[in-house]
């Protein structure tokens, strides 16, 4: 693993920090980079209209500096401060990224806003606050706080999680205060805690972000130090319940000490308090090569099921985000959470009106710098982790915004989109066929809410304009990675979506349209479905025979041989494949149905081969 980078708001402690860090890490594990002091000061007081000059100057010396770092450095950003953090309590609203003093010489913490911005726009980093509120009780500090004393740095670090999906309740915390405004209600909060346990990062990553979406904190268990940490009965005690985890069935972590892990029932009683999360998702390649292991796990979930417990088992590899809340029973509670965040999105009388910008300035300045850094690392991703790491920055600019800036919000979904099929197109945890029928449904349907902000009379355009955008990018990433059959159902999607869009373009409706239009849909759904196709191609001969017998259609074959039912049948097939009159027509009918027959078997036949061997081709 690469340094460390640290980030200090104090130089006078900087060098007394990279030597605390050193002293337990490798020799030289820390990369310091130094903010001036006077970003934090309080005096002279921060006025409001310098919050955003200092936040963008700040970030871009952070940035500055990150440039030649990898993708996901790990940093700890400390700063002095002289108030509890905001995750220790919910009364402290002087960490409301929005607070307007109407008094500027009643600011009792200047800096706080200025924090706040840097919490929400940086999710991955772990943030120290140092203080003199800590110093005071050092002894007693938990492991799971941001609170940390200078002496506890080494204690607080061997037990440190990973902060993307808060844990720790610090984004969480200023959520909460977002909450409760009337004009930021529609910011979700995360009530409930979730983990993730699994050897492999990328498994960990994965489902520790679909828990994320589910509403849930999440911490991420990858070592077995975390794990006592978490898990452990003798550990401290927790401040909270943790309500769901996804699990991995044959846990081998690399700093195991504790023995025969993979069986279910030993791994409870090594890790008490597994016994009492209620929802448990176990996921496993499903072999059986240690029967012993393999019945006895299966008898002990058994006796979980019967106690009360949610236990579901997913196996790998899975066929993508939505496969897997399907298999873990968790895909309608996910439709439920985003038709509530929908619901709240909707525009309200008596509030600005649709067509302007309803997420409050402040947020947008957070979520553009969360969109760039999203987009810097969809171009650069070089793994799972880095997709799930940039679309956790997408979905963060998106709550923040609520669909309700209309543009940036598009670009926060896209971009989230972006990176999450990127990630199932990566990761070889994954089936080869993934799931699209319900991520195009997701991007229509938030669409469909952020057009809602559009004006009444560019809605309809805009929505499709930016499902488009977002379904060719999408389809873009499953091209390059070889996902024909995911491509083919986008492209299909696409062609739906262009056909609406053509209905509203000035002077479309002319003299053919009604001829044009029906035409152009038949020939999309055949394309779109190669057994509807096939079916097609049966259809019609067969249809066109029976309307021959029945409007007796006249045929010559010679003199003796009378035309019966099924003749008329194997005509019509005969003159549909071959492009040819099976039998010479001798009335109007049956020159009118040859016709017909040729017709339709040249349109048919000729788009067949060509669609045919386009798939063929790209297989």
């Given amino acids: ?78 700063v002095q401060v002289s108030l509890p953090s905001p ?79 808060d844990p720790l309740n610090l984004r969480n915390s200023i959520r909460f205060i977002l909450t409760n405004k009337k004009e930021t209600s529609y910011i979700p909060y995360r009530i409930f805690v979730s983990s993730a346990i699994d050897e492999e990062d990328p498994y960990a990553y994965l489902h520790g ?84 292991r393999y019945y ?31 298999k873990s029973g968790l895909l309608k509670e996910y439709w439920e959470k985003c038709k509530e965040e929908w619901r709240k999105a909707k525009p309200k009388q008596n509030e600005e009106e649709p067509g302007g910008h309803s997420a409050p300035g402040r947020l947008l300045v957070i979520a553009e710098k969360l969109i760039n850094r999203g987009e810097k690392i969809f171009d650069e991703a070089k793994a799972v982790q880095d997709c799930i790491h940039g679309a956790t920055l997408a979905l963060e600019a998106q709550e923040l915004l609520g669909y309700r800036t209309p543009t940036t919000s598009l670009e926060a979904i896209a971009l989230r989109h972006k990176l999450e099929v990127k990630a199932e197109c990566m990761f070889y945890g994954m089936e080869h066929n993934i799931d699209v029928k319900n991520r195009i449904e997701e991007i229509e349907k938030e669409v469909d809410v952020v057009a809602q902000w559009f004006n009444p009379r560019v809605k ?69 479905s190669l057994p509807l196709f096939i079916l097609a191609l049966i259809s019609w001969p067969a249809l066109l025979g029976i309307f021959s017998a029945w409007t007796r259609a006249k045929f010559f074959v010679n003199e003796e041989f009378k035309f019966r039912f099924w003749d008329h049948v194997m005509d019509s097939f005969s003159t549909f494949f071959g492009l040819q009159p099976g039998n010479f027509p001798t009335n109007a009918q049956g020159k009118i149905l040859t016709i017909i027959l040729i017709f339709l078997g040249f349109i048919h036949l000729g788009i067949f081969i060509s669609h045919l061997y386009t798939l063929i081709t790209r297989r």
């Fill in 1 to 78: 693993m690469g340094k460390r980078i640290l980030v200090i708001s104090f130089p006078e402690y900087g060098k007394k920090l990279i030597n605390y860090f050193n002293s337990f890490l490798n020799e030289d594990a820390v990369d310091c980079f130094s903010l001036e002091r006077s970003f934090f000061d309080d005096e002279p007081i921060i006025e409001h209209q310098k919050i955003e000059d200092l936040f963008r100057s700040i970030s871009i010396k952070i940035e500055k500096f990150l440039s030649e770092k990898p993708i996901r450095p790990i940093i700890f950003f400390t």
């Fill in 87 to 165: 995750n220790k309590t919910s009364v402290f609203d002087v960490w409301d990224p929005l607070l307007i003093y109407p008094d500027e010489r009643k600011r009792p913490y200047p800096k706080a806003v200025l924090l706040s911005w840097l919490i929400l726009a940086y999710p991955e980093v772990h943030w120290f606050f140092i203080s003199e509120y800590t110093q005071d009780r050092e002894e007693n500090k938990s492991h799971l706080t941001n609170e940390v004393p200078l002496k506890g740095f080494k204690k607080y670090f061997s037990s440190v999680f990973e902060p993307l999906f």
């Fill in 209 to 292: 972000y679909l828990a994320y979406r589910l509403m849930h904190r999440s911490f991420l268990v990858t070592t077995e130090r975390e794990m006592k940490t978490l898990f452990e009965e003798k550990a401290n005690p927790l401040p909270f319940e943790i309500k769901m985890v996804f699990e991995d069935m044959f846990l081998n972590f690399p700093d195991r000490t504790k023995e025969k892990l993979s069986y279910l029932e030993i791994r409870d009683n090594q890790f008490a308090r597994l016994k009492n999360v209620n929802s448990r998702i176990f996921v496993t390649v499903g072999h059986k090569y240690n029967t012993d």
């Fill in 296 to 326: 006895k796990n299966k008898n002990y979930i058994q006796k979980l099921i019967s106690e009360g417990k949610e236990i579901r088992v997913v196996y790998k590899p899975s066929g993508g985000m939505y496969n897997i809340l399907d």
């Fill in 460 to 528: 309809k355009r805009a929505a499709l304009n930016a499902k488009m955008g977002i379904i060719t990018e999408v389809m873009r990433i499953f091209k390059n990675y070889g996902q024909f059959d995911e491509e083919e159902e986008c492209l299909n999607y696409f062609r739906g979506l262009n056909r609406r869009w053509s209905l509203m373009q000035p002077g479309f409706k002319g003299t053919f349209f009604w001829i044009i239009f029906p035409i152009r849909w038949y020939v999309e759904k055949l394309v779109g």
